[in-house]
């Protein structure tokens, strides 16, 4: 599966950005797909998750309420929308597929394992104070 992360930019604190995450290569609806960012200088940390049938989500405490993770799978495409930004929001996104249900996955990011399936290239949002 190949993933390509879109839609990021430059918003002032407070603003909305909706990140595309486009799949192609496989049956899209296998993959749960979780969200990670990277701020300057900081290790990655997961940002939220969805089933593969959309029937499950879960969030990073820090972005509950403010973020919303969804997914079309007519169109190939995971969303992350991203309301109330905040400058420490400001980082690259990853969105990244994985064969592994959400709740297993969830358990390994508890635990610190990154290791998702397949990554995509980041996008970068940065958010202004």
């Known amino acids: 599966v190949q993933l390509q992360a879109s839609g990021g930019g430059l918003v002032q604190a407070g603003g909305s950005l909706r990140l595309s995450c486009a799949a192609s290569g496989g049956t899209f609806s296998n993959y749960a797909v979780v969200w990670f960012r990277q701020a300057p200088g900081k290790g990655r940390e997961f940002v939220a998750g969805?089933?593969?049938?959309?029937?499950?989500?879960y969030y990073e405490d820090s972005v509950k309420g403010r973020f919303t993770i969804s997914r079309d799978n007519a169109k190939n495409t995971a969303y992350l929308q991203l309301s109330s930004l905040k400058p420490e929001d400001t980082a690259v996104y990853f969105c990244?597929?994985?064969?592994?249900?959400?709740?297993?996955?969830?358990?390994?990011?508890?635990?610190?394992?990154?290791?998702?399936?397949?990554w995509g290239k980041g996008t970068l949002v940065t958010v202004s104070s």
């Open positions: 969805i089933s593969g049938n959309a029937d499950s989500t």
């Open positions: 990244t597929a994985d064969l592994r249900a959400l709740f297993t996955i969830a358990t390994m990011i508890s635990e610190g394992n990154y290791g998702m399936e397949y």
